[in-house]
């Protein structure tokens, strides 16, 4: 036993050492695969990973970092997604703007969740962000003169470059590594920073947090925001890949 614990310490620091190289090997291979994989099918696999993958990691900064226990993160995918329709299909604002936009109404959907939550951990916040989840599901089938109600929005604009037209799949597959990639930097510079610890003592014992000093509410309703940002960006996106949005595909279910 203490064998393997030596080998797993020295592959551990191995891999510290190493570790800018391998994050730019690893990048070098993500940015080839396309080229290396040309099927489309294949490419949309990608491209879907690369989705699911930012809303995982915008969701393990609320549970995972501080101890939040939100079930219903699929409604701020969803504020994201009909942020950028909506602006798109009605007012011709560009996907480059929208991909901000989005995150910040999906932000400020996070903070009212947060708000009348910050007593509540557990099962009962899980509750109530399922809650949540629901009344922005409502909404989206409900409030027809916006949203078009169940039968969704079509002819979603995809994004446009310079004059040029994003819509391949390859295109959003790489539009979707540059967001992952800035998502994981200012996410790993927010954890090493005072308010990741702040999340982090929280998760540990909140209040020996409040003992030193965190304010519990502050940091909580960051949190909240912050993952929220994030899957309101990976929202917009999907908007623009799939062309067309409906209440159905942000189900509460599928969260």
Request: proline share 2%; glycine share 8%.
């Amino acid at each position: 036993m203490n064998r393997i614990s030596a080998l797993v310490e020295k592959a551990s620091q191995w891999i510290a050492k190493r570790r800018a190289l391998l994050l730019g090997m690893g990048f070098a291979l993500l940015v080839a695969f396309p080229f290396v994989f040309p099927s489309t099918h294949t490419q949309s696999l990608a491209v879907k990973v690369l989705l699911y993958t930012m809303l995982a990691a915008s969701l393990n900064v609320i549970n995972g970092y501080s101890g939040q226990f939100n079930i219903g993160h699929m409604a701020f995918y969803c504020v994201g997604a009909y942020t950028y329709a909506i602006l798109a299909t009605r007012f011709g604002v560009s996907f480059w703007i929208c991909l901000l936009l989005s995150g910040m109404m999906a932000m400020l959907a996070g903070i009212l969740v947060a708000l009348p939550t910050l007593r509540l951990q557990g099962m009962y916040l899980a509750m109530v962000t399922l809650g949540a989840a629901e009344i922005v599901n409502l909404i989206a089938s409900s409030w027809t003169s916006l949203t078009n109600g169940a039968l969704g929005i079509k002819g979603i604009p995809a994004p446009v470059l310079f004059s040029y037209r994003l819509h391949t799949t390859q295109h959003f597959y790489f539009i979707l590594l540059a967001l992952a990639v800035i998502m994981y930097f200012l996410t790993m510079r927010v954890i090493n920073s005072r308010v990741g610890r702040a999340w982090m003592a929280i998760r540990e014992d909140q209040n020996a947090a409040r003992f030193l000093g965190v304010r519990i509410k502050l940091y909580k309703s960051i949190n909240f925001a912050y993952g929220a940002f994030w899957a309101g960006v990976a929202g917009c996106v999907a908007a623009a890949y799939y062309q067309y949005i409906s209440p159905g595909m942000f189900s509460a279910d599928k969260g």
